[in-house]
Each structure stands twice: as structure tokens, then as C-alpha cells.
């Protein structure tokens, strides 16, 4: 188990100050503020919960790992959030829990795509942890990614998750292979030539379309690069929500995924196909390239457009 760093980056605080309502009655009674866990923003039931009703709720226990003598049990943030009934977009818009952002709160915050927990895509679980050793967690409940390289994502003394869902539409390129790059009231367009000029990295990919395999090699600038070429400042509550031009699907990573949760994102410019995998259609580039998902939903096709954010809100 690592406990939360202090980033060089000084993180964005989420205000949550009335988002979240407190439930009363017998499933939700009462509690000291300082032991409840607020789950509000974009649900259709917020709630608030103590350490006990926590407890009562699947539990997951993470066996001690190496530098680790403890062995830690809590709940499933993915599962915790869903009990809460997000309010991801339905049909005609196609995986609409790509969309969704989720944001700790305590005495730090981070902010996580749910596309990034979510076993079917990302599969990178995060727990809000109760106990260790069988015994309560001083201080409260903390968020911990465990799958990340360092703890700089964890979070102290949770006392509130938020819930956001991110519907961006694309700008319309100027010219083939640009891309907009969309941050609060500034505005970037970085062409296809600065993209081509920025360090060019080669992933070797593989995701399920369907239940079909596909392996490319994906190459282009990293996300992270992309953005700094924007000057985008991170935090470790920065989302980015990739829009493609052609119809507008979107789906959100954050820039922490690569940085401390081992995850590399990519913005690819060229796509080989290796083995039996079909090759890439023209226009399918600019692409989204999250490595390591399961399914190819993050993998963004034409992409023109990314919103960055901050949070849930």
C-alpha cells in the first residue's frame, strides 16, 4: 500500500458543497461529517454514507505486495459510484460511460475516468479502503489505485466523490490531421505539420473490437506532449475528453493515467496493421491510443478536437 505524495503540481480542489444530498432514513442514518463519504454530482440518487454502512457493502481485500507487510479491505470506487446511478448518456450515444469523470475528495482530490476502472476498457480498479489488518483506517477512508506505479494519486481522508459527465462536440478542422485543442476560454489549433514535428513514439497495440482481436502499431506524440505543445498545465485532476469529427463520439482519459498509473496514451498519426488484423480506414487518424484497455472504445478514431478539464464539474 503507498500513501498519497505531494505532486509538483499543485492539484485543482472540486467544490462540492451542496452537490451531494445526505439520504436520511434506515438504509442512510446520520452520521459525524467526518466519517461519511458523500457520493453526489451527476447520479440520480446521491447519498451519503458512514464508515459502517461503508463496511456493509462488498468488500474487496487487497493482499500485502511487496514493500507492504499490510493487507488492506474496501470498496470498489466503480462500485460505489454505480450505486449512485450515474447519469451516462444512452443510445444513439455509444458508450456513454467513456464520458464520465469521477473525483475524490479529501484532503486532496484526484479525478479518474471511468472508462480507466472499467474492467471491460481500462480494467485499472481504484478502492476507496476501510481498514487494514482488520482494523479501521486512521483518519478515515483513502483512495488507492493499486495498479499505479505511485501512490501520488491516493487520497487521504475521503470525504466526498463526484460524479461529472463530459458531452464535448468536435471543432471542425481546418485542414486535414489538425487538431483543436480546447482548454476553460483558450483555444489551440496544432496542425498536422507541429504535431508531425513533436517526438514520435511507437506503441504495439492490441484490443478486442467486438470480440474480434486487433493489433496495431500505433505512432505518433504521446498525449502528454500534445498538450504541453497546447500549454495545458496538468493536475492530477486534468480530464481529456478526445472528440472524432466524423460523429462526434468522445472518450475521456486523464493525463495521470500515463503518468503515475503506467498507462501510456498516445495521439497516433500512422497506423500499421500487424497479423490478420484488418487495416486502418482513411480518416482514422488523428487516433486516441489508450494502451492496455481491454476493449478499443478509448481508442478514438479522426480525432479533431480535445476538451481539457478540471475535476467533475
Avoid at 41 to 63: F, K, M, N, R
Avoid at 186 to 212: D, I, K
Wanted: hydrophobic share 40%; with cysteine.
Amino acid at each position: 500500500m503507498r500513501m498519497p505524495r505531494i505532486w509538483s503540481l499543485v492539484a485543482c480542489v472540486v467544490v462540492t458543497g451542496g452537490a451531494a444530498a445526505v439520504v436520511t432514513g434506515p438504509a442512510l442514518a446520520a452520521h459525524p461529517a467526518q466519517h461519511s463519504v458523500a457520493v453526489g454530482g451527476a447520479v440520480g440518487t446521491p447519498a451519503s454514507y458512514t464508515l459502517a454502512q461503508l463496511e456493509a457493502l462488498p468488500q474487496t481485500t487487497l493482499p500485502a505486495v511487496k514493500g507492504d507487510r499490510h493487507t488492506y479491505e474496501g470498496v470498489s470506487l466503480q462500485d460505489l459510484v454505480n450505486l449512485s446511478q450515474p447519469q451516462i448518456p444512452g443510445a444513439p450515444v455509444k458508450n456513454g460511460l467513456l464520458r464520465v469523470t469521477v473525483t475524490v475528495t479529501g484532503r486532496s482530490s484526484t479525478t479518474v475516468a471511468l472508462g480507466e476502472l472499467d474492467a471491460s476498457f481500462g480494467a485499472h480498479p481504484a478502492y476507496v479502503l476501510l481498514k487494514r489488518d482488520g482494523s479501521e483506517l486512521r483518519g478515515g477512508p483513502q483512495l488507492d489505485i493499486p495498479g499505479d506505479t505511485t501512490g501520488t494519486r491516493g487520497v487521504r481522508d475521503v470525504s466526498a466523490i463526484t460524479v461529472g459527465v463530459q458531452n464535448p462536440a468536435p471543432a471542425t478542422a481546418a485542414q486535414p490531421g489538425d487538431v483543436t485543442v480546447v482548454h476553460g476560454s483558450r483555444t489551440t489549433v496544432l496542425s498536422a505539420r507541429q504535431l508531425a514535428r513533436l517526438p514520435q513514439r511507437t506503441r504495439n497495440v492490441s484490443f478486442l473490437a467486438g470480440a474480434a482481436p486487433r493489433t496495431y502499431a500505433e505512432t505518433g506524440p504521446s498525449l502528454l506532449s500534445v498538450l504541453d505543445k497546447a500549454h495545458v498545465r496538468i493536475t492530477r485532476n486534468t480530464w481529456v475528453a478526445s472528440v472524432a469529427g466524423a460523429d462526434g463520439y468522445v472518450a475521456t482519459v486523464t493525463p495521470a493515467e500515463a503518468l503515475t498509473g503506467g498507462r501510456p496514451l498516445l495521439l497516433a498519426l500512422t497506423e500499421t496493421a500487424t497479423g490478420a488484423t484488418p487495416p486502418s480506414t482513411p480518416g482514422s487518424t488523428p487516433r486516441l491510443v489508450a494502451d492496455g484497455d481491454v476493449k478499443g472504445g478509448r481508442y478514438n478514431s479522426g480525432v479533431t478536437t480535445l476538451v481539457v478539464g478540471e475535476g467533475s464539474g
